[in-house]
């Protein structure tokens, strides 16, 4: 998660070090492992992976097991030092990241060089000024030949989020995303693909699914609808 880097390194800092601290950071038989499929299909080959908003690198831990080079950005220090600490693997690097920062982005590219770049829920917790140039930041990684899998939150999501169950009746992990002064699911219809093709970037397919969180209601896990896209540089 980019952009706002104060407030993501306030949240990260008050999580615990350990796998599922956060609403989004599910097992990856619900995630990675669910997409693998179709990643190991679009991703252009040879190239390294980049977990773009890897948080504890929970998702960048799978991707090591099924790529040859994965990296792990995130611009969140704290997450990244939970990240390393939970997940590390001789294949992946992490580094720091805020994707509103184009040259920094750059300059990951000069050091890893084109890259295919897995992206969940990030575009969606940017102010909508910040959105754009984020994007621009995903077509400076792809370079010419990566490929890029963007997985957001769907515009309906807020009116689920408005209603979510209380588990127990203590504070959730929606909860603790509030606290912080971050604002899930608020991107209008169309809006995804607009930002994408905004940064330059061809939309090859999108299509929607029901995403899983890590908490539970009366009637078992609570899913959440998101959107996809797959990307690659204008031709």
Not at 122 to 137: E, F, K, N, T
Request: some cysteine.
């Amino acid at each position: 998660m980019q952009g706002n880097a104060s407030t993501w390194e306030a949240f990260w800092r008050e999580r615990p070090v350990e796998d599922g601290a956060t609403l989004w950071d599910v097992d990856p038989a619900e995630a990675v492992e669910r997409q693998l499929p179709v990643l190991r299909d679009w991703f252009t080959p040879g190239l390294p992976v980049a977990d773009v908003g890897c948080g504890n690198g929970r998702q960048t831990g799978a991707l090591a097991a099924h790529f040859a080079h994965v990296l792990g950005y995130d611009v969140s220090a704290s997450a990244l030092a939970a990240a390393r600490r939970l997940h590390p693997h001789p294949n992946v690097a992490y580094r720091e990241l805020d994707l509103c920062d184009r040259d920094a982005a750059a300059r990951l590219h000069a050091e890893f060089g084109d890259q295919n770049v897995y992206v969940r829920t990030v575009l969606h917790q940017l102010p909508d000024g910040l959105r754009q140039p984020a994007a621009r930041s995903l077509a400076a990684l792809l370079g010419e030949r990566g490929h890029g899998y963007v997985i957001e939150l769907a515009p309906e999501a807020s009116e689920l989020f408005a209603a979510w169950p209380r588990t127990g009746g203590g504070p959730s992990k929606l909860d603790d995303i509030l606290a912080a002064g971050l604002v899930p699911a608020r991107m209008a219809p169309g809006e995804l693909e607009e930002v994408l093709t905004g940064a330059g970037l061809e939309l090859v397919e999108t299509g929607g699914f029901q995403g899983s969180s890590v908490e539970s209601g009366d009637a078992g896990a609570l899913t959440v609808p998101m959107r996809y896209a797959r990307v690659r540089r204008g031709r």
